[in-house]
């Protein structure tokens, strides 16, 4: 038999512990056929084979994303990306020729300013997007997403005025002197604005998504957990796997007020995969909404707030389990996850139970973890950002904040942990996420080695949803999602791991040059 395909003269990191490295893979139809030597390849090789030299650059399996939102973020591709400002000026310069662009009163929407990079150090107000952009309602949020400056026509078409009331979480900047509003909104608040925005229409929301998933796969991604917001995002999966615009593996999981859509729908195609059902246990850390076992330090009378009961869990439990599919249950606070522990040890079931986010912990926790066999699902650019950004040492205290994602702690004690990005909140790319567990700043014991972070992506992602047997790992008999890179993430500095190129992606079998 000869190959289809086969890849030569490679950096083969397969992670695979019976044959953690090769020289070659040979590839027929979707799957892997055989790994190994140039040599051993080489007698599959046939006048009808592909034969592609890699020169020694590196092919890792295919890396799996755990937790995405692709239509939000496609949504935010059709944003301003405003990441290259670097003054008020720059900053008008960029709102002003868009506004030329766009018709009277639609809104403009961009993302990416940091009043740390503009040469004036300080946020852009009401009168600064006026005079850039008065006919068009403009919101624009800051890079870390918590915070987002408004002009005075969004204001008013979201009804915000100095008697406005200010949610749970959130602030309000306002003038000292007027009380009238600055156009700066934080945290929680910033929902008021949002709430005004249009939805884009259905055409223009699948052609983001499409270009979302072209984004994704140039990240290096085959695989991605789709985690589905909206109804109207079902039919756009859909039509965009009916026209081979779907160029990766999806597991979709849904919230459980839309488990009866998906009666309707059609997983019969490879690609496709009903992945699972999401139960929130409790809210944010960044709302201080997250349900903890004591007060935030800096809030003593705030303990946070548990969305359901025990009762109301394990009856969540009971309907997805007896659905046939996977719970993914959102628990960020230590007693969400005690009480979501609670209920798990209580449900008997051969199902394997994963938990997002998984934040605040504790020694006890983490052995409960274990011993009921329980996946960690986590963002690594969201660790760094509830240090730098939401200040969990000053809200968490240091002690509790030194269990706040113990990443190496999890894995030394055996629990299985999983690598997404939650983009477009955080940024997309998993070799800046792998990056990011390597180079931890805070609390650096918890750092994890470069061969520890590409398990996350690849097959510990894997065994998250239950597909490690067929995907994560470059084996004989596993499915042909591969990808290759320019460098090796071992063999680079590891300030220089999110730098490193996709080169090819392959999946299913199918070949992707970039």
Not at 220 to 245: C, D, F, M, Y
Not at 261 to 285: E, H
């Amino acid at each position: 038999m000869s190959a289809d395909l086969a890849l030569v003269n490679a950096n083969v990191h397969t992670m695979n512990p019976d044959q953690p490295t090769a020289q070659a893979v040979a590839i027929t139809k979707n799957k892997i056929v055989k790994v190994g030597t140039n040599k051993q390849i080489k007698q599959l090789i046939s006048k009808n084979t592909k034969v592609i030299s890699l020169d020694g650059k590196t092919v890792l399996p295919g890396l799996i994303d755990t937790h995405i939102h692709v239509a939000d973020f496609g949504r935010c591709l059709l944003w301003l990306d405003l990441t290259t400002a670097e003054s008020m000026s720059d900053l008008q310069s960029i709102l002003k020729e868009k506004a030329r662009q766009t018709p009277i009163d639609k809104w403009i929407i961009g993302r990416g300013w940091n009043q740390n990079r503009f040469k004036e150090n300080r946020m852009p107000t009401t009168s600064d997007l006026d005079s850039a952009a008065k006919d068009n309602p403009v919101i624009i949020y800051h890079e870390s997403a918590m915070i987002c400056s408004v002009n005075t026509k969004a204001l008013q078409l979201a009804g915000v005025t100095k008697q406005t009331s200010v949610p749970k979480g959130g602030s309000i900047d306002k003038n000292p002197k007027t009380g009238e509003p600055t156009g700066i909104l934080r945290d929680s608040a910033t929902n008021i604005i949002w709430q005004a925005v249009p939805e884009p229409t259905i055409n223009e929301l699948f052609e983001a998504t499409s270009l979302a998933c072209k984004k994704i796969t140039e990240a290096g991604l085959t695989s991605v957990h789709w985690l589905v917001l909206s109804e109207i995002e079902l039919p756009i999966i859909q039509k965009l796997n009916a026209q081979k615009r779907l160029p990766f593996r999806v597991n979709v999981v849904v919230p459980q007020k839309l488990m009866g859509k998906m009666a309707n729908f059609d997983t019969s195609d490879a690609l496709l995969r009903f992945g699972g059902v999401a139960i929130n246990v409790d809210g944010y850390l960044d709302s201080k909404e997250a349900a903890l076992l004591e007060p935030y330090s800096d809030e003593p009378n705030n303990s946070g707030k548990l969305l359901c009961t025990e009762e109301g869990l394990a009856a969540s439990f009971k309907q997805v389990l007896a659905a046939g599919v996977q719970p993914i249950i959102l628990a960020m606070g230590d007693k969400a996850i005690d009480t979501t522990l609670n209920v798990i040890e209580q449900t008997p079931s051969q199902a394997r139970f994963r938990i997002e986010q998984a934040a605040v912990l504790n020694k006890n926790l983490v052995k409960r973890l274990k011993k009921q066999n329980v996946v960690v699902s986590v963002q690594p650019k969201v660790i760094s950002t509830e240090f730098t950004v939401w200040s969990a040492i000053k809200r968490l205290g240091k002690e509790r904040a030194r269990w706040l994602h113990p990443l190496k702690t999890l894995i030394d004690e055996g629990v299985k942990v999983a690598g997404g990005s939650d983009c477009p909140m955080e940024p997309l790319s998993p070799l800046l996420g792998m990056q990011e567990v390597v180079l931890r700043a805070e609390f650096p014991e918890q750092r994890l080695s470069v061969e520890e972070a590409l398990h996350l992506y690849t097959l510990d992602a894997a065994y998250a949803s239950g597909e490690e047997n067929v995907k994560g790992s470059i084996e004989e008999g596993k499915l042909a999602d591969l990808i290759i890179l320019s460098s090796d993430p071992n063999a680079v500095v590891p300030e220089k791991i999110k730098n490193i190129s996709v080169e090819m992606v392959l999946v299913n079998g199918r070949l992707i040059i970039f």
